[in-house]
């Protein structure tokens, strides 16, 4: 796993189109503070080929979680945003540009800090 620092976030985000029209894989609880969300996505970098990417949230301190029977369900047409605001890492499914409108989301997660992991489709 890689770290993703704050100002890794918008070429990190640009890079996969901001997850748009993606497919969530994958949320997993490691533990209390520490969740894994796994999504297929295409990569710009690598001419648009599709892999994996695993987001791995630590410290996490808020959370709105989908059931994993429902993820096939869930609408990526808008992708997603991670935002860094107040100390902490802010994810949202949707269009969500301000850490309270992430946390309206259908699926949060708040977090102290944030690795990431790419993997083969």
């Known amino acids: 796993m890689k770290p993703l620092f704050a100002k890794d976030l918008e070429p990190f985000l640009d890079r996969f189109s ?4 993606t497919e969530l894989r994958h949320v997993e609880i490691v533990s209390p503070t520490v969740i894994s969300v796994l999504f297929a996505v295409q990569d710009r970098a ?3 080929d599709w ?3 695993e987001l791995e949230f630590n410290g996490v301190s808020d959370a709105k979680l989908i059931d994993s029977s429902k993820l096939s369900f869930l ?3 808008e992708g997603l945003n991670i935002l860094y605001e107040e100390n902490t890492f802010a994810f949202g ?3 969500c540009d301000t850490k309270s409108s992430i946390q309206t989301s259908t699926c949060y997660i708040v977090s102290s800090s944030l690795k990431y992991k ?3 489709f």
């Open 18 to 21: 901001h997850f748009r029209d």
């Open 46 to 48: 690598r001419d648009f």
């Open 93 to 95: 499914i949707g269009r």
């Open 75 to 77: 609408d990526m047409s």
């Open 118 to 120: 790419q993997g083969s």
């Open 51 to 53: 892999i994996t990417v």
